[in-house]
């Protein structure tokens, strides 16, 4: 990867630091764009990872788009109206949607300024941590342009659309202090303590097994445009998966045995063996595996796992 996205990794924990401190971290290009694009499939394919921490270097979050780009019509702001839809469409609207699908949890360290797509950008993680140096601003009118990223769709989901309209046509920017009282965040913490206190976090949401979280991330996004009832429906079926699942039965048989889950961090499933019975040929199964199956809630087992 380039150098505006530094990846590291504690663990089951990916930390992704936007490495561009002497522009405030600004979104700049089409690459810079690709690059979280690019890392979030690769986070979505990596089933070890179990949670993403999203920080800033330097003082700020990320400051959006390079206003000195703006004014010089260049980059992703260069071209006509139509070459310039298109920058949009295929570059930095690509993150909101490449986020948007990534089951992995994020968690966003908001270190510093949150302005314009850097606000967006805090938007699209799931939990939000913030510094008390840290400001926010949907600052696009200011400029005499629109939010071009989703903000018009994340920030109501967060702080509801009466505060999100002031902040929208107001563009002004709001404290941390604030940002708490919005619900936009939900910690405010000292400069210095920021980032370990989303790490804390992480790894909360780390020691449960991926799969499960992964695919509750995303019944709490679908649930947000769905009615009850296919929401149930979407529920029952990944709640079938679930129970599938190498990790489920981990989890089952530990918190009988009182000890600590090993995760295997793979979407496993017990393996395409011939269907035995428990009712009739349990003699066929040993004892741990038997009770295990019985305990997850269903009638029949498989011979062997994978």
Known sequence: MSSFLKVSREG????ATLNRPEQRNAISTRDDSREIEEFCREMTEDHTVRVIVMTGAGSAFCAGGNVKDMAARHGMFAGNPYEQRNYYRL??????LSLYELEVPVVAAVNGPA????LDLACMCDVRIASKTAAFAESFVKLGIIPGDGGAWLLPRIVGMARASIMTLTGDAIN?????EFGLVTEVVEPETCLDRALDIADRIAANPGHSTRLAKRLLREGQDMKL???LELSAAYQALAHHTVDHIEAVDAFIAKRRPVWADECRKLSLGPVIDLNYDTRYINLGKAKAVAMAGLSYARIGWV
């Open 176 to 180: 941390a202090a604030t940002a708490l």
């Open 229 to 231: 009832g296919p929401l």
């Open 115 to 118: 302005i314009g797509a850097g």
């Open 12 to 15: 089951p924990v990916a930390i």
């Open 91 to 96: 570059g930095i609207q690509k993150i909101p």
